[in-house]
C-alpha cells in the first residue's frame, strides 16, 4: 500500500468523489457494477455530512469570536465564508446519498 501525501489525505477527509466510480463509461454490465459499487459506498457519505457540519459550525463559531470579542468584522468574514460554504457542500452530499439510496440503477 503507498503512502499518501498529508494533502491527499486532507483532500480525502472532506471530498469523496475519490470512492466512486464512473456509471457512464464501459458496457451495461460495467455500468451495473460500478453502480452497485457506489450503492455500496454511499454508507459513508453521511460520514462526510458530519464533517462538513462540524467544520461549518467550527468556522462559524470562530467567527463570532473573532467579531465579539476581537471586534475585528474584517477577520471574521474570512471565517464566516468556509462556514457558509459547508452548507451548499452538504446539500450536494444530501442529494447523493438520498439518490445512491432511492433512484433505480441507470440502464
Known amino acids: 500500500m ?6 491527499q489525505l486532507l483532500y480525502r477527509y472532506f471530498f469523496f468523489e475519490w470512492l466512486f466510480k464512473d456509471v457512464s463509461r464501459g458496457n451495461q454490465f460495467e455500468r451495473m457494477a460500478a453502480w452497485r459499487h ?11 455530512m458530519r464533517r462538513w457540519l462540524v467544520l461549518g459550525l467550527l468556522f462559524y463559531g470562530l ?7 476581537l471586534n475585528s468584522p474584517l477577520l471574521s468574514s474570512f471565517l464566516y465564508v468556509p462556514s457558509a460554504l459547508s452548507m451548499p457542500i ?7 446519498w438520498v439518490g445512491l439510496k432511492t433512484l433505480s440503477a441507470p440502464l
Not at 457506489?38 to 459513508?44: F, M
Open 2 to 7: 503507498s503512502k499518501l501525501s498529508f494533502s
Open 38 to 48: 457506489n450503492q455500496e459506498r454511499a454508507c459513508w457519505l453521511p460520514t462526510y
Open 63 to 69: 467567527g463570532a469570536f473573532v467579531e465579539t470579542v
Open 90 to 96: 452538504n446539500a450536494v452530499i444530501v442529494a447523493a
